[in-house]
């Protein structure tokens, strides 16, 4: 069982930057990978970084690739997106995502990114 608190989000105008964090509790043991997902007003939600724990690596949607970064911090047991250059079509709701060994999902509660143009 694993509980996520996203923070971070907020309004930024067209070319600045926000970092979101995700703080995990609970047991964080045997986590796969952590991610984060996106779902603007009437649009699924939908993939925008993952990171895979064992390997390290990362695999980002096309549309934030060399903008967005994905990272971590083991000590705090954060996760953090951090966003560069964004623009008005990033505006959504973020999710932060972990997935167990086991294949078990875990969702924060989202936290609203509004990029203005």
């Known amino acids: 069982q694993v509980q996520l608190v996203e923070s971070g989000g907020g309004l930024v105008q067209a070319g600045g930057s926000l970092r979101l964090s995700c703080a995990a509790s609970?047991?964080?043991?045997?986590?796969?990978?952590m991610g984060w997902w996106r779902q603007a007003s009437g649009k699924e939600r939908e993939p925008v970084a993952l990171?895979?724990?064992?390997?390290?690596?990362?695999i980002y949607a096309d549309s934030v690739k060399g903008r967005f970064t994905i990272s971590r911090d083991n000590a705090k047991n954060t996760g953090y997106l951090q966003m560069n250059s964004l623009k008005p079509e990033d505006t959504a709701v973020y999710y932060c995502?972990?997935?167990?060994?086991?294949?078990?999902?875990?969702w924060g509660q989202g936290t609203q990114v509004t990029v203005s143009s």
């Open positions: 990171m895979f724990i064992d390997g390290a690596s990362t």
């Open positions: 995502l972990i997935r167990s060994e086991a294949l078990l999902d875990y």
């Open positions: 609970g047991n964080t043991f045997s986590i796969n990978a």
